[in-house]
């Protein structure tokens, strides 16, 4: 399900968001709201996400018929550029007939530079070593497709933009091979040559768009080792820019410019945090607004 992120139900996912959802008139679990999940390890255009979006397209006819209106698509980060692909993959006469429009929650369209963390040292955040060794997490999350296809996008970071750098050198968006390379990691090419054209991900959806997200919190922008022997094992230090604590700005108001976009909604401190976003009563009350507009 899409209620918790775990399936202990200890981590709060949409849960709060449903519940808002469900407690509207004439609202009924299953029927009214309905959830899509889908196996974040992959990319857009594999085989394993045209089954989804198969499925995906199923589940909003089906949904249009039972409720005999136009269904409302949510999507959170990864989801973002994932429901972007599909609505540029569907017709337009299928989006006119199906869908009332898409809210996007803090959608990470151009990539994220916590990425390269995953990639580099292991994402543990500030978790420490002895309770999550960062060497498993880097092994897992390089069988990761989607952890590449989420490295900062060349088409929004430019060739003089740094986002890693050593005593020895400097890697920009436009030099991930050499950053596999130079870290031992010569097979990083070969997964990211599955990814590497991402304009799909970013083009305008062609349905009425909701644009959600925040803005101030510290986000990572670049990575830095002070010493050779560290990279890329230990952690590095992280200087911060505008964002949402996970995603860059510039990635997250990729969808205020689309032509599509309706509403954009800019959440101020905490609330506007990545994972906060979804659960928040800002959020709660747009999207709950927003479904029942005519």
Known sequence: GVSYVDSHHIIPYYVHLI???????????????????YDFRYAPHTKKFDEYFERLKQLVEETYEANNETVVLVAHS???????????????TWKDKYLKGFVSLAGAY???TKSIQALTTGNSEQIPGFIVNRG??????????????????????????????TPERSYTAADYDKLFRDMAYPEGVKVYDTVRDRDYMREDPGVETLCVHGYD??????????????????????????GDGTVPLRSLEV??????????????GSGGEHFSLISSDTV???????????
């Open 110 to 112: 151009a990539g994220a």
């Open 217 to 242: 919190r510290p986000t990572a922008v670049k990575y830095s080792w002070s010493k050779m022997s560290d990279f890329p094992d230990e952690r590095p230090s992280a200087t911060n820019g505008a």
């Open 78 to 92: 990864m989801g973002g550029p994932v429901t972007s692909t599909f609505l540029n993959i569907v017709t337009d």
């Open 19 to 37: 519940k808002a959802l469900h407690a509207l008139p004439g609202a009924k679990e299953g029927v009214t709201v309905r959830g899509a999940p």
């Open 136 to 165: 498993v997490l880097r092994k897992n999350g390089r069988t990761i497709q989607s952890t590449y296809w989420l490295l900062p996008d060349r088409a929004y970071w430019n060739s003089s933009e740094v986002l890693v750098e």
């Open 284 to 294: 709660i009350k747009l999207v709950t607004d927003y479904v029942q507009t005519n």
């Open 255 to 268: 969808c205020e410019k689309w032509k599509s976009t309706t509403q954009i909604w800019k959440v101020r």
